[in-house]
């Protein structure tokens, strides 16, 4: 179970779009429509953003959406706010009951 | 609305043991799987595993397999995660997070999470 791939850090400026991603192999990401997404400020637990690729939870705003092609998922923010400044973490379900983690990804709104 | 209240902040020593309890409100505990999150500082989440606190029934990373051990206390709704010979590897902030059995499973509630400090 090694962790999804994410890149390090991402940067755009306040009312641009960027993209974070998120890769893993044909046993997690790509087997499976069950990647989700969290937020995770300083010090605080993640929130989560984004559940089964593409759906949002009530509340969290329509900037922020997910999708997925093969191995890949990806998650869009756009309209960046400075208050979107944060680590991001994808997750993956990974069959037998098991769950993975991306790396994450530290993004900067400059 | 749901709380997950974890316990304090532990020092421990190399070798030591150390369990985190995660006391549940809100809901009814045996209807909703406890995960656990750990976080070594600035680094990445890592999935440990999950109990069903309906069954008693338990799943881990591979790499936790044979070092920790999740229980629980249906009477107290409370959920507990064990690690043993601990490491300086193992200091991390440890949270519980409600989750399920499979599949389409993702984290709404979390714990605030809990500082286990290992030291030599």
């Known amino acids: 179970q090694s962790a999804l791939t994410q890149p390090h850090s991402v940067s755009g400026s306040p009312g641009q779009s960027v993209t974070i991603s998120c890769t893993g192999t044909s046993s997690d990401v790509g087997n499976y429509n069950y990647v989700s997404w969290y937020q995770q400020h300083p010090g605080k637990a993640p929130k989560l953003m984004i559940f089964?690729?593409?759906k949002r939870p009530s509340g969290v705003p329509d900037r922020f959406s997910g999708s997925k092609s093969g191995n890949t998922a990806s998650l869009t923010i756009s309209g960046l706010q400075a208050e979107d400044e944060s680590d991001y973490y994808c997750?993956?379900?990974?069959?037998?009951?098991?769950?993975?983690f991306g790396g994450g990804t530290k993004l900067t709104v400059l | 609305q749901v709380q997950l209240v974890q316990s304090g902040a532990e020092v421990k020593r190399s070798g030591a043991s150390v369990k985190v309890s995660c006391k549940a409100s809100g809901y009814t505990f045996t209807d909703y799987y406890m995960h656990w999150v750990r976080q070594a500082p600035g680094q990445g989440l890592e999935w440990m595993g999950w109990i069903n606190p309906n069954s008693g029934a338990t799943k881990f990373a591979q790499k936790f397999q044979g070092r920790v051990t999740m229980t629980r206390d249906t009477s107290i709704s409370t959920a507990y995660m064990e690690v043993s010979r601990l490491t300086s590897d193992d200091t991390a902030v440890y949270y519980c997070?409600?989750?399920?059995?499979?599949?389409?499973?993702?984290?709404?509630?979390w714990g605030l999470g809990t500082l286990v400090t290992v030291s030599s």
């Open positions: 997070a409600r989750g399920c059995g499979g599949g389409s499973c993702y984290y709404v509630h």
């Open positions: 089964d690729v593409t």
């Open positions: 997750c993956s379900y990974a069959g037998s009951y098991t769950w993975v």
